[in-house]
């Protein structure tokens, strides 16, 4: 069973990913999303790169979450959301491990290996954050080491420790802004 601050966060998750307020993660929201992102950075649908972020965020859904769509309805209540992090099987943290690699690559726009304060700032104002200093929070504490930018390693840690970390002060707790 997870824990109900555990609970807590996955909710505050698959509510800001829930972009059309309908109680229910679809393709769609995803979508909205990288189109959010693509257009924050200014790029056109004639771009590839627009296309390759709504390529991503299409995978994440294809790769990650459509496993936790039981009934297979193309729509993944938050029930079924927990669920399935509740059950999680190894094979499915590797294949976690390729979500992560996926989420990074689409945050890490400009390919510079790793995510800026702005790269982070575009992301979490696609997912609704309007607050500056949660914004500042976030990304202060996912950037571990304090150099200033995202590493892969930093990123798949505190993504990790939000999904499981039941330390009320740890602050991967900030991961996607507002809490
Ligand atoms: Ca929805
Ligand atoms: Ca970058
Ligand atoms: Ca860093």
């Not at 393709?27 to 991503?56: C, N």
Request: charged share 35%; hydrophobic share 35%; net charge negative.
């Amino acid at each position: 069973m997870l824990s109900p601050f555990v609970q807590r966060k996955l909710a505050s998750a698959f509510y800001k990913y829930d972009q059309e307020k309908n109680g229910l993660l679809e393709k769609e929201d995803l979508q909205l999303i990288a189109k959010r992102i693509a257009e924050s950075f200014g790029l056109k649908k004639e771009d590839s790169k627009y296309q390759e972020i709504l390529d991503t965020y299409a995978k994440v859904w294809d790769h990650y979450l459509s496993a936790a769509d039981t009934d297979g309805d193309g729509k993944v209540s938050l029930i079924e959301f927990l669920e399935v992090r509740e059950k999680m099987p190894p094979s499915q943290l590797e294949k976690n491990q390729e979500v992560n690699k996926l989420m990074f690559d689409c945050l890490d726009i400009d390919g510079s290996g790793t995510i800026s304060f702005k790269e982070y700032e575009i992301f979490l104002k696609a997912l609704g954050e309007t607050n500056e200093e949660s914004i500042k929070r976030a990304f202060e504490s996912i950037d571990i080491n304090k150099n200033g930018s995202i590493s892969r390693d930093e990123y798949a840690k505190i993504r990790s420790d939000y999904g499981s970390s039941e330390d009320p002060e740890d602050p991967s707790k900030w991961f996607l802004g507002s809490f």
